[in-house]
């Protein structure tokens, strides 16, 4: 079988039943990269914040660990719209190879930053200014390499490839975490403060200039891209032109995802160690327990989605977590011993997080490949902003609903965003009894 044009309406474009070298290099890049990517993203979150003190000074802990959190959240967005366009015309190999370097460099001069008695102010701005920059490249780099991945796929099996993809962020955070860990134990806290935190920068550093060398080496954009004519202004078709509907769809989808995720992780996190009941080993416990299970379920929803449809999948999805999840968020609370709240803590990131496994594909196959990267990395990154500025308005709406029923309502609202993105846009793929439907030009553009 050969390559069909991927711009024809006649003929979906479909990939040759025997892969190709390119096409389980350029999958295995987008596996291995999203977990560089979540490695780095997560890093100041976990790995900063003991040392905190040490490295900002004492004062506005809270606020300065927040600018940091902010300065990420910003540059991924600008990432996406600066480096979208860009893999559009050049290619998906070149703009990820170039974002992996900028990660990487990032990530290594974090590593170096002087201490706040060596430095004063200087190292919160540095820091700032590196994540920033980081943000900027982290946004390029999963807006270039988790399409690629999507157009080397066959249709069969791109949604289990992009489960695999999004899977790897909650092992990310485990590694994370786990390295951490290990530190605290091993290290007392003036090591860890003076030069321990670095390590789990330098590992971050090192596995994106690893991922670098393997896409130097290893990965090429596929057909589908190749024999596509280049577009002038992929970012302004997406945004005012003939594909923005597709994009606010999308934007409408992936805010009810991120908004699941930010209420079902760390405000859950949060309120349970405030609880004076639950101890903190256990919230940890809990919680790891429902990263790996919600790893699982990811990738197995991914795979499921092919089958159902994605479209189908979503409303489904986004159903299940307007009415699961708030009872379950609520039954935590009230949960009677350490394994029923383990259980329900699991419940509640299956119903919440699992969703993630077909993004990858579903946005992918959302845009005409003319127009992929700019489109999935914006409708990606755009949306993570509102519901990524919870602590802002969760206070209010707690005033008013309570600590647990406010972020009950925002799981209503987070699923009922998903179920209303899904059912505004049009189905993408199914595979029934090994015959796979894809999509038109017309169709995946919006």
């Given at each position: 079988?050969?390559?069909?044009?991927?711009?024809?309406?006649?003929?979906?474009?479909?990939?040759?039943?025997?892969?190709?070298?390119?096409?389980?290099?350029?999958?295995?890049?987008?596996?291995?990269?999203?977990?560089?990517?979540?490695?780095?993203?997560?890093?100041?979150?976990?790995?900063?914040?003991?040392?905190?003190?040490?490295?900002?000074?004492?004062?506005?802990?809270?606020?300065?660990?927040?600018?940091?959190?902010?300065?990420?959240?910003?540059?991924?967005?600008?990432?996406?719209?600066?480096?979208?366009?860009?893999?559009?015309?050049?290619?998906?190999?070149?703009?990820?190879?170039?974002?992996?370097?900028?990660?990487?460099?990032?990530?290594?001069?974090?590593?170096?930053?002087?201490?706040?008695?060596?430095?004063?102010?200087?190292?919160?701005?540095?820091?700032?200014?590196?994540?920033?920059?980081?943000?900027?490249?982290?946004?390029?780099?999963?807006?270039?390499?988790?399409?690629?991945?999507?157009?080397?796929?066959?249709?069969?099996?791109?949604?289990?490839?992009?489960?695999?993809?999004?899977?790897?962020?909650?092992?990310?955070?485990?590694?994370?975490?786990?390295?951490?860990?290990?530190?605290?134990?091993?290290?007392?806290?003036?090591?860890?403060?003076?030069?321990?935190?670095?390590?789990?920068?330098?590992?971050?550093?090192?596995?994106?200039?690893?991922?670098?060398?393997?896409?130097?080496?290893?990965?090429?954009?596929?057909?589908?891209?190749?024999?596509?004519?280049?577009?002038?202004?992929?970012?302004?078709?997406?945004?005012?032109?003939?594909?923005?509907?597709?994009?606010?769809?999308?934007?409408?989808?992936?805010?009810?995802?991120?908004?699941?995720?930010?209420?079902?992780?760390?405000?859950?996190?949060?309120?349970?160690?405030?609880?004076?009941?639950?101890?903190?080993?256990?919230?940890?416990?809990?919680?790891?327990?429902?990263?790996?299970?919600?790893?699982?379920?990811?990738?197995?929803?991914?795979?499921?989605?092919?089958?159902?449809?994605?479209?189908?999948?979503?409303?489904?999805?986004?159903?299940?977590?307007?009415?699961?999840?708030?009872?379950?968020?609520?039954?935590?609370?009230?949960?009677?011993g350490t394994t029923v709240l383990v259980l329900l803590v699991v419940a509640l990131q299956i119903v919440t997080v699992s969703g993630y496994g077909p993004v990858g594909a579903y946005l992918a196959e959302r845009f005409p490949t003319a127009v992929r990267s700019s489109g999935y990395g914006v409708g990606y990154s755009l949306s993570i902003v509102i519901p990524a500025l919870y602590p802002y308005y969760l206070p209010a709406l707690q005033n008013v609903l309570g600590d647990?029923?406010?972020?009950?309502?925002?799981?209503?609202?987070?699923?009922?965003?998903?179920?209303?993105?899904?059912?505004?846009?049009?189905?993408?793929?199914?595979?029934?009894?090994?015959?796979?439907?894809?999509?038109?030009?017309?169709?995946?553009?919006?």
């Amino acid at each position: 079988m050969r390559y069909a044009h991927p711009n024809t309406a006649s003929a979906p474009a479909q990939l040759p039943p025997s892969a190709p070298p390119g096409m389980r290099r350029a999958i295995r890049g987008g596996i291995f990269g999203n977990y560089v990517d979540q490695f780095d993203i997560f890093l100041p979150v976990i790995a900063l914040t003991p040392a905190a003190a040490h490295l900002f000074g004492s004062e506005n802990l809270v606020s300065n660990a927040g600018l940091i959190f902010v300065a990420t959240l910003l540059g991924r967005p600008i990432g996406a719209a600066i480096f979208g366009p860009i893999s559009d015309r050049i290619g998906r190999t070149a703009t990820t190879k170039v974002a992996l370097t900028g990660v990487a460099l990032t990530t290594l001069l974090i590593a170096l930053v002087p201490s706040h008695a060596v430095f004063g102010a200087g190292s919160l701005l540095l820091i700032l200014a590196l994540r920033f920059l980081g943000g900027i490249f982290l946004g390029g780099e999963y807006t270039s390499a988790v399409p690629l991945a999507m157009e080397w796929s066959e249709p069969e099996r791109r949604g289990l490839v992009s489960g695999l993809i999004m899977w790897m962020s909650p092992w990310a955070n485990a590694t994370i975490a786990g390295l951490v860990f290990v530190l605290h134990g091993t290290l007392d806290t003036a090591s860890y403060n003076a030069w321990g935190w670095r390590i789990p920068f330098l590992l971050g550093a090192v596995l994106a200039f690893g991922m670098l060398a393997y896409y130097r080496a290893r990965v090429e954009d596929s057909p589908m891209w190749t024999q596509t004519p280049r577009r002038t202004n992929p970012l302004k078709e997406i945004l005012i032109g003939e594909h923005r509907r597709a994009l606010w769809q999308v934007f409408i989808l992936m805010s009810g995802m991120w908004l699941l995720t930010y209420m079902a992780i760390p405000v859950l996190t949060g309120q349970l160690g405030a609880d004076a009941d639950v101890g903190a080993q256990t919230i940890t416990f809990a919680m790891m327990c429902g990263t790996a299970a919600s790893a699982f379920t990811m990738a197995g929803c991914g795979h499921l989605s092919t089958f159902t449809g994605r479209r189908v999948f979503f409303i489904g999805f986004g159903l299940i977590a307007a009415v699961l999840g708030p009872v379950i968020f609520l039954a935590v609370f009230t949960a009677a011993g350490t394994t029923v709240l383990v259980l329900l803590v699991v419940a509640l990131q299956i119903v919440t997080v699992s969703g993630y496994g077909p993004v990858g594909a579903y946005l992918a196959e959302r845009f005409p490949t003319a127009v992929r990267s700019s489109g999935y990395g914006v409708g990606y990154s755009l949306s993570i902003v509102i519901p990524a500025l919870y602590p802002y308005y969760l206070p209010a709406l707690q005033n008013v609903l309570g600590d647990h029923g406010a972020v009950a309502a925002l799981l209503a609202l987070a699923g009922a965003l998903v179920l209303t993105g899904a059912l505004a846009g049009p189905e993408t793929v199914r595979v029934s009894l090994g015959a796979a439907r894809l999509p038109t030009t017309d169709e995946s553009g919006g």
